[in-house]
């Protein structure tokens, strides 16, 4: 839940995450999955950007 203390690129990634997480979640063809896993794979740049952790382990953490 956001916070008055988030700063906006961190409220952006987490709405973008969530939306990527709903769209897998019912997706129902190929073409959609993959633009959700474009919109995940944003979020998670943003993220590490952002917090200075490697890509690599916030792309792990919102695919779990």
Do not use: C, K
């Amino acid at each position: 839940m956001p916070t008055v203390h988030d700063p906006q690129w961190l409220r952006w990634a987490r709405r973008l995450q969530a939306i990527a997480q709903n769209g897998l979640t019912y997706v129902q063809n190929d073409y959609d999955r993959e633009r959700y896993e474009q919109i995940r794979a944003v979020a998670s740049d943003m993220m590490a950007a952002g917090s200075d952790a490697p890509p690599t382990l916030i792309r792990d953490l919102f695919a779990g």
